[in-house]
């Protein structure tokens, strides 16, 4: 089993940033692609930006050059800059990872995190 816990949450004015952290730990061989996701009352839980192992990345178009995805292996966390928050960005954010349990894992297996609530408002 793997657990993801996420930090950095809080209630930011608008054209502020928060810094959201999501470290993985447990039993873990590897992380394929890593992402946070979010999800405000009444809507769908969304893509937010996700990162492959190699570093690519991919964003929603509603955070395209303000949000900034990045991860660092070797501690099996993953970061979200945001910046220039908007009140639309109000939600609760998720992370989730895909993880190789063992080196013999061939499919990897999907966990998120417990969210952490972003509020923008003034």
């Known amino acids: 089993q793997a657990q993801l816990v996420e930090s950095g949450g809080g209630l930011v004015q608008p054209g502020g940033s928060l810094r959201l952290s999501c470290a993985a730990s447990?039993?873990?061989?590897?992380?394929?692609?890593m992402g946070w996701y979010r999800q405000s009352p009444g809507k769908q839980r969304e893509l937010v930006a996700t990162?492959?192992?190699?570093?690519?990345?991919n964003y929603a178009d509603s955070v395209k050059g303000r949000f900034t995805i990045s991860r660092d292996s070797a501690k099996n966390t993953v970061y979200l800059q945001m910046n220039t928050l908007k009140p639309e960005d109000t939600a609760v954010y998720y992370c989730?990872?895909?993880?190789?349990?063992?080196?013999?894992?061939?499919?990897?297996?999907?966990?998120w995190g417990q969210g952490t609530q972003v509020t923008v408002s003034s």
């Open positions: 447990g039993t873990i061989f590897s992380i394929n692609a």
């Open positions: 989730n990872a895909e993880v190789r349990p063992y080196s013999s894992s061939r499919v990897p297996l999907t966990y």
């Open positions: 990162i492959s192992r190699a570093g690519t990345t």
